[in-house]
């Protein structure tokens, strides 16, 4: 159980894509694009399932590098609001294959790590390219929560590779 007086901290990363917002937009919002980068270095995403809209569902697919086992971890969660080409709001939580909700110690996650992440990203034009800003809010301060900066920064470059 995690101490309710933990000290919380916003994970925030910005990155400046070389490709334009609508581009960037879609490979947050179609599966066929998030299925190219969805997860970190060495992990693929078999299955993505997405309905896009305020209230929608969606359901992520991610496996695992050999080296690491090979097993697929689900994330799941609900689009809160969206702003086309600007503004991207949805809540984050561990799933089964079916995209029910489970507690991340189900799948081995230490006790620091959160039953839901609230994560927005901004979408800003500069020119040719996009500018992301990403915030999951209330990470408990520690390591699963620099893991989770590192999985996110890893993730984003497969997101910038596969729009090369």
């Given at each position: 159980m995690v101490a309710t007086n933990a000290v919380k901290?916003?994970?925030?990363?910005?990155?400046?894509?070389?490709?334009?917002?609508?581009?960037?937009?879609?490979?947050?919002?179609?599966?066929?694009?998030?299925?190219?980068?969805?997860g970190p270095k060495d992990y693929t995403s078999p299955?993505?399932?997405?309905?896009?809209?305020?209230?929608?569902?969606?359901?992520?697919?991610?496996?695992?590098?050999?080296?690491?086992?090979?097993?697929?971890?689900?994330?799941?969660?609900?689009?809160?609001?969206?702003?086309?080409?600007?503004?991207?709001?949805?809540?984050?939580?561990?799933?089964?294959?079916?995209?029910?909700?489970?507690?991340?110690?189900?799948?081995?996650?230490?006790e620091d790590f959160p039953d839901e992440v609230r994560t927005v990203i901004v979408f800003k034009t500069i020119g040719n390219k996009t500018e992301i800003t990403i915030t999951e809010y209330d990470w408990t301060v520690g390591q699963m929560a620099e893991y989770s900066r590192l999985g996110l920064e890893q993730t984003l470059d497969k997101l910038v590779d596969s729009l090369m």
């Open positions: 901290q916003d994970l925030v990363v910005t990155r400046l894509i070389d490709a334009p917002v609508e581009l960037v937009w879609k490979a947050w919002s179609e599966p066929e694009h998030v299925m190219r980068w969805w299955s993505c399932q997405i309905d896009f809209r305020e209230g929608g569902k969606y359901l992520f697919c991610m496996r695992a590098p050999e080296y690491q086992g090979g097993m697929d971890y689900y994330s799941g969660g609900v689009y809160t609001k969206i702003v086309p080409m600007q503004l991207l709001e949805f809540t984050q939580w561990l799933a089964d294959e079916k995209g029910n909700r489970i507690k991340p110690a189900q799948v081995g996650m230490p």
